[in-house]
């Protein structure tokens, strides 16, 4: 995993506009944004599916950069003062904090464009799978999925949701850009229709089990640790996994989405294997 983070490091440095370049402040606070800091699930997904899939080439590194430019992206507006007005991110200040608002949601926008440009432009894919991967990423992004999840959140704040309905907005927010990694992935990895459903049914779970825990460290995260401001969610009365089922029900939720997401990969076998570790990683880790 550490080795693929690094890939992932070197080619977002790559694809990144220079600071020096003008306008300077734009592009410094987009490598702001995206360098120095995160877990970079999303580029591993990315790995992973094609790893699964018996390809490990720089193919993948288009797709990988292009899911954690959009994530990036989601993270500088969701910090906005006018949605979740965070001031911490990754341990440091956010990006409206750093650069001003103006800059930052030009930021964001800029990330956003430079995501399909570096996936259109892959000439290592063939043509018919760029536009597979430019139609998935868009649809993930747009609102049927993340910036649809987004609405879905802010308009149920101070509100409470059903179960179902809180899994939808989560599973759009943050499950649609994750299913779109896999998705991505798997289609520079060559694949058929049933493995690309095979592997659905695992991103789907991931993609949940991933905000499930978000939530859960919301509560009980330390803000050292998770490297942004503990127990937001509830000064915000955000509509969240604990705040709807509590901890304990949450806690079973995920333990359940990891197994549905580990019993998917199943028919994969062995080249699954850092699937199998991500869907852990996601459901288990402390940042
Ligand atoms: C945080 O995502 C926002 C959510 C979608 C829950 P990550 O926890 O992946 O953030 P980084 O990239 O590691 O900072
Ligand atoms: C963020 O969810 C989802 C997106 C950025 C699309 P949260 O609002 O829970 O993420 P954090 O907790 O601020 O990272
Ligand atoms: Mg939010
Ligand atoms: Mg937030
Ligand atoms: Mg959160």
New binding site residues.
């Given amino acids: 995993m550490r080795s693929l983070i690094e890939r992932a490091d070197a080619a977002l440095e790559r694809v990144l506009p220079p600071a020096d370049l003008a306008p300077t402040e734009l592009h410094r606070a987009m490598r702001y944004a995206v360098l120095g800091?995160?877990?970079?699930?999303r580029p591993l997904l990315v790995y992973a599916a094609g790893q699964a899939l018996g390809c490990e080439g720089p193919q993948l590194d288009a797709p990988a950069c292009a899911v954690e430019l959009i994530?990036a992206y989601?993270?500088v507006h969701?910090d906005l003062p006018a949605m979740d007005d965070d001031d911490l991110?990754?341990g440091r200040p956010t990006c409206h904090v750093a650069f001003g608002e103006a800059t930052a949601i030009l930021a964001g926008d800029a990330l956003q464009a430079l995501a399909f440009e570096l996936l259109a432009a892959e000439e290592k894919v063939g043509a018919a799978t760029r536009v597979r991967m430019l139609h998935q990423l868009g649809t993930a992004c747009g609102s049927a999925g993340m910036a649809g999840g987004q609405a879905l959140d802010l308009a149920a704040v101070g509100s409470t949701l059903e179960l179902t309905a809180l899994e939808h907005m989560h599973a759009c927010?943050?499950g649609a850009l994750i299913r779109a990694s896999v998705h991505l992935g798997a289609l520079v990895g060559g694949t058929d229709d049933d493995t690309l459903a095979t592997l659905d049914r695992y991103a789907h779970a991931v993609g949940l089990a991933?905000?499930v825990r978000?939530d859960i460290l919301d509560v009980e995260g330390a803000t050292d640790v998770i490297?942004k401001t503990a127990g937001k969610d509830a000064a915000q009365s955000k509509p969240t996994f604990p705040s709807i089922i509590g901890l304990d029900a949450s806690r079973a939720r995920l333990d359940e989405l990891t197994t549905q997401a580990l019993d998917a990969l199943v028919p994969l076998g062995a080249p699954a294997r850092l699937l199998a570790d991500l869907a852990r990683y996601a459901a288990t880790r402390a940042h």
């Avoid at 800091?37 to 699930?41: A, P, Q």
């Fill in positions: 800091g995160g877990k970079r699930l994530h989601s993270l969701d991110r990754r927010k943050t991933f905000q978000d490297g």
